[in-house]
């Protein structure tokens, strides 16, 4: 999967966590509100494709008090990313504690899985306190693309995930599907949805050229792009799981969101270069327009995925 620069995600993290769907996150943090959570039985969050660890500081708050997240990412940059601005958003505990409150046994299992299969490695792991929780946080680097059937197979109360299931492959998404056995939630998943204003005749036909881009293979094969939210609603409907879906627009404007506007632009137009479907001059006039933006309107939806007991 291609990477994604640090200042890219720290561009889009204050709106990613404003546009979640509060409905449904309220609906998560009901779900696990009677969960007795210890420091040694902690409440186990898995988060795929973690970045530089936004997904964990838009939902620490609304989880029991005592946490254990393993953060996924193949890019040991954004890892070490991750682990820094954590300890910086958080007050890291002391060496002697996190020593005693990193070591489970789910944790051991897994790397130990991991370990013979040559592929975990990444930043040292950390223990912090955020508020009233006691968060301890493992760092692993993998290829999710071969091995998420091997990660699945620890025992997490959560797998979640962020801006993330669109750049995968059907097929992956089956894969997980299949070995998903415990409570799921993601968001912020692209929805095909754009509206740029103020419009241009030509929008529809530069959006249509995005699409053929965001379905080229990002490292898991055809990527699964809009259509990211249905492949796994049917996926985990056919494993027995209940859904429920609310929408998550990212809606941009105003001159704190200016950076964000202007680089989605820029990004969005560099994506339909590379498909060689529109003529250079009409993208010319499409990107032109980002010195005129008033505001821009991104879709997503956010999925929560459980079994009935």
Same mark, same amino acid.
């Given at each position: ?15 990613? %966590?404003?546009?979640?769907? @509060? ?19 902690? &409440?186990?969050?898995?988060?795929? #494709?973690?970045?530089?660890? +936004? ?20 890019? $040991? ?7 820094? +601005?954590? #300890? ?14 990193? %070591?489970?046994?789910?944790?051991? &299992? @897994? ?25 301890? $946080? ?81 490292? &898991?094969?055809?990527?699964? #792009? ?20 609310? +929408?998550?627009?990212? $809606? ?6 200016? +950076? ?50």
């Amino acid at each position: 999967m291609p990477g994604f620069s640090q200042e890219w995600l720290s561009l889009r993290e204050p709106v990613d %966590h404003r546009s979640r769907n @509060l409905e449904l996150q309220s609906k998560v943090a009901q779900c696990f509100s009677n969960h007795i959570a210890r420091l040694d039985q902690p &409440f186990r969050v898995l988060d795929l #494709g973690c970045g530089t660890g +936004s997904n964990l500081r838009a939902m620490a708050n609304s989880l029991p008090d005592f946490q254990h997240w393993i953060l996924v990412d193949y890019d $040991i940059d954004l890892l070490h990313s991750a682990r820094q +601005s954590l #300890g910086e958003w958080g007050a890291i505990q002391a060496d002697e504690v996190a020593l005693q409150t990193h %070591h489970s046994d789910d944790a051991e &299992f @897994l790397f130990s899985l991991l370990k013979s299969r040559q592929q975990h490695d990444g930043p040292e792991p950390l223990t912090i306190n955020y508020l009233d929780k006691t968060i301890q $946080i493992h760092f692993c680097r993998l290829d999710l693309h071969l091995d998420i059937e091997v990660l699945l197979r620890a025992r997490y109360d959560l797998v979640t995930a962020a801006a993330f299931f669109d750049l995968v492959s059907e097929n992956w998404i089956k894969r997980f599907c299949e070995n998903l056995e415990t409570n799921f939630y993601t968001t912020l998943t692209y929805n095909g949805t754009e509206q740029w204003l103020p419009t241009l005749s030509i929008d529809q036909e530069v959006l249509a050229a995005f699409h053929k881009d965001q379905l080229s293979d990002k490292g &898991f094969g055809v990527a699964a #792009g809009p259509q990211a939210t249905q492949m796994l609603m049917d996926h985990l409907h056919a494993n027995q799981f209940t859904l429920e879906k609310g +929408s998550s627009p990212w $809606i941009l404007s105003g001159l704190s969101d200016r +950076s964000l506007i202007e680089s989605l632009a820029l990004g969005s137009a560099e994506a339909v270069r590379r498909t060689r479907t529109v003529d250079e001059s009409v993208l010319k006039q499409w990107a032109d327009r980002n010195h005129n933006l008033e505001q821009c309107e991104i879709g997503h939806w956010d999925l929560w995925a459980y079994k009935k007991t």
